[in-house]
């Protein structure tokens, strides 16, 4: 228990009335309860506030994302509810994490956006000429969703025509309330997915290639011990879902908000390196990865409440880059908006691997769009949005019309 007397909340990010209305929501937190307390999940407290979320997310000696999965342990990982399976190495602490972290880091390191751009772009462009002469396209099935889905299994070194497979499990395993009827269905089709990434990283100890499965299990520890096939698997889930459902978050959320204001989008057409500052104002407005959880290790005071060991804490990425005290008019898309210090791929040891991945697939399919279907209209009656958004603030669905076009052709097939 805390020494403070709880302020409590009634927050829930998996509810529906969360996913209609988060930015209020949080607002009023950061006004009345910064650090609120919640009952939902067992009970956990709400960080807010730009400062409050920023210090906790670069505090791993406080605030620690292990997850053990064993009955009564307090470590949840970086979830609320927590999930059956463990994300490795988000879900470690040093020193555990350190190793892992190192073997992860020369496949995403800033200069591997720039070798893996050409590979993107041909995707994309290969995924527009399907619907290009027809003037119609789902934003989000037939765009979105697929090139990050493609590119991150081409890094992995999974077979690209199994995409599908791999997309559709990592969206629903964020969309599907997990206390809903239909999660049971969604977690069978993330553990075939996991099943079948673990079976072709098996397959490389006979087979190496150059992807990351190789690497994988050829990897060694000080000790000389290897990554077990679960770890191989947890860093493939990982991998997965961070590269699929979040980037189509992104991307969606900015095309329905350009299809909005056409004039913005005409201004962003004029000069494409416009984009780069936009893709940060997005990133900063819709917060795709909402927020992730923390255990207190340690007694500690934030935003004027005590906290003590075995404490959950919800850090809101998203309330965070909505903060009046660190952003200019934080409610409205500013696309020139500098500077631009925004928490979406959050911060510290764990913050997001793929970043520059995500900016460089954001760039491209944004250019691609801009120069091929630049009066896009998005059928906003006919969308459909993810109806939980506590992880990722996605959308399943994005129908739009455009003036059709002619085919530029490309080498990939899809």
């Given amino acids: 228990m805390t020494v403070d007397a709880p302020r409590t909340a009634e927050f829930d ?38 400062a409050d979320v920023s210090r906790a997310v670069k505090d791993d000696e406080t605030f620690s994302s292990f997850h053990d999965p064993a009955a009564g342990s307090p470590y949840g990982g970086i979830i609320i509810p927590p999930t059956p399976n463990v994300s490795t190495p988000i879900e470690m602490d040093p020193p555990g994490f350190t190793p892992l ?19 993107t772009r041909d995707v994309t462009t ?14 989000v099935e037939e765009l979105a969703s697929p090139v990050p889905a493609i590119f991150t299994a081409a890094m992995l070194g999974l077979p690209l025509e199994e995409w599908r497979m791999y997309a559709d499990a990592a969206h629903a395993i964020v969309y599907t309330p997990p206390a809903g009827p239909e999660f049971a269905g969604v977690a069978e089709k993330l553990s075939a997915m996991i099943m079948r990434a673990a079976a072709v990283a098996e397959a490389r100890r006979s087979d190496p290639r150059d992807d990351l499965l190789t690497a994988a299990v050829q990897f060694r520890y000080p000790d000389g011990s290897a990554l077990s096939g679960q770890t ?17 978050s992104l991307v969606a959320n900015a095309l329905l908000w350009l299809s909005e204001h056409p004039r913005q989008r005409d201004w962003l057409r004029e000069d494409l390196s416009r984009l780069g500052p936009a893709c940060e104002e997005f990133l900063r407005y819709y917060t795709p990865t909402q927020g992730l959880a923390r255990t207190v290790r340690q007694p500690v005071e934030i935003g004027g409440r005590r906290l003590e060991p075995g404490d959950r804490v919800w850090l809101s990425f998203a309330s965070a880059n909505q903060d009046a005290e660190e952003f200019d008019r934080p409610d409205e898309v500013i696309l020139d908006r500098f500077p631009n210090r925004h928490q979406a791929f959050g911060l510290g040891l764990h913050r997001c691997l793929g970043s520059n991945f995500t900016r460089m697939e954001f760039r491209v399919m ?15 009656a006919t969308s459909e949005k993810y109806e939980n958004i506590g992880i990722v603030n996605g959308w399943k669905t994005m129908p739009a019309a455009f003036t059709p076009g002619t085919r530029r052709g490309s080498t990939f097939r899809p």
């Fill in 101 to 119: 972290r190192k073997l992860l880091n020369p496949f995403f390191a800033p200069g591997k956006a720039v070798v893996w751009e050409p590979f």
């Fill in 126 to 139: 290969a995924i527009v000429d399907l619907v290009i002469e027809t003037g119609r396209i789902d934003l």
């Fill in 232 to 248: 191989i698997a947890e860093l493939c889930t990982l991998i997965i879902g961070g590269g699929d459902d979040t980037t189509t």
């Fill in 366 to 380: 944004l250019e691609e769009v801009l120069s091929r279907l630049p009066d896009f209209v998005v059928d906003a």
């Fill in 13 to 50: 990010h998996n509810s529906a009335a969360y996913a209609q209305s988060w930015r209020e929501i949080y607002q009023g937190l950061r006004e009345r309860c910064p650090v609120a307390h919640s009952d939902a999940y067992g009970g956990f407290y709400v960080l807010t506030r730009y």
